[in-house]
């Protein structure tokens, strides 16, 4: 019979994360949640309330807890991830933090990128950056996840994984609004800005990446892995599958050389090799096979 485990959760209690959470209860294990307190625990589970970049009000609301797995869904700088090191340093048996696609976006090939084209041991860690600014912060995303990582990957206080994430579609609460952008503009014939070239990516289902995050969990595999289901798209093909379900609806491409483009409107290939997280066990979907019911999803949650 498997055991059950201490789990703490860092943020994350919407979208994936909940998905997730609701796994690991279904599994039976001991979950809490920490956050800020702008959203509470689902019901079940224990809900402790301290700002992550507090270090001393960390250490105060974790008390002498420990835990079997720490998963962080929301470490975006390195400042972050140094607190937590600290923080949890003899006090976790594995850290699973939730990294992204992003982390590549200076890596523009022909080819699915592998984990290799951006090993964390080798990004240089930049702790004066203004990181406190949410502007730099929004501006440097993929920066802030590549140093996060490196910051975990430098000092092995416990094992650790990173997971880089594909671009998330599927579900009625995705907040992020991306292909509910799509859904609105097809129906109206509205036009969809893009640029003059677009490229294609990988995507993962919402929740296919909480499967995937439960499955690291209890894995013993460290570094980073890359989770995305199989194949790629091109926004013809995300544009041509909201269309197929809006009856009358109209795509208007309008290219422009302006940074202001679509979601999804890529100048650059977004496609990650999934082949190490397959050879340790993880059996992803083919992304065209649930794209259909992602945008049924989407389209549910506003009539």
């Known amino acids: 019979m498997r055991k059950a485990r201490e789990v703490l959760v860092i943020g994350g209690n919407r979208y994936f994360g909940k998905r997730l959470i609701a796994r690991l209860v279904a599994a039976g294990d001991r979950v809490t949640v920490l956050n800020r307190g702008s959203s509470p625990a689902p019901p079940g589970v224990a ?12 250490r105060e609301a974790l008390g002498t807890r420990e ?23 003899g006090r976790t048996g594995r850290y699973v933090m939730t990294s992204t696609v992003e982390v590549y976006e200076h890596e523009d090939s022909e080819l699915l990128v592998p984990e290799s084209a951006v090993n964390p041991a080798s990004v240089a860690v930049d702790r004066e950056l203004p990181w ?41 609460d995705d907040f992020t609004g991306r292909l509910q952008h799509y859904a609105d503009r097809i ?14 990516a990988t995507y993962i289902h919402v929740e296919e990446i909480a499967d ?73 979907g083919e992304v065209r096979q649930w794209l259909p019911m992602a945008v049924a999803e989407t389209l549910g949650k506003d009539g």
């Open 132 to 172: 406190d600014d949410p502007e730099f912060l929004d501006s440097h995303y993929g920066e802030g996840k590549r140093q996060a990582e490196a910051v975990f990957t430098a000092d092995s206080a416990f094992p650790f994984v990173s997971v880089r994430v594909a671009h998330v579609l599927g579900g009625d």
């Open 212 to 284: 995937f995050l439960f499955w690291a969990a209890g894995e013993d595999f460290t570094g980073p892995v890359n989770a995305a289901s199989s194949g790629l798209l091109t926004l013809d093909d995300l544009c041509t599958a909201v269309a197929s379900q809006l009856p009358g609806g109209k795509t208007v491409f309008d290219e422009t050389d302006s940074a202001e483009v679509s979601p999804f409107a890529f100048r650059r290939r977004y496609g990650m090799d999934n082949s190490r997280a397959t050879r340790l066990g993880f059996a992803f």
């Open 47 to 58: 809900h402790l309330v301290a700002d992550r970049e507090d270090e001393e009000a960390l």
């Open 187 to 200: 129906r109206t014939g509205a036009p969809i800005a893009v640029p003059p070239v677009t490229h294609p």
């Open 67 to 89: 835990f079997d797995v720490v998963l962080d869904q929301v470490c975006y700088t390195p400042r972050q991830a140094e607190t937590a090191r600290r923080v949890f340093a």
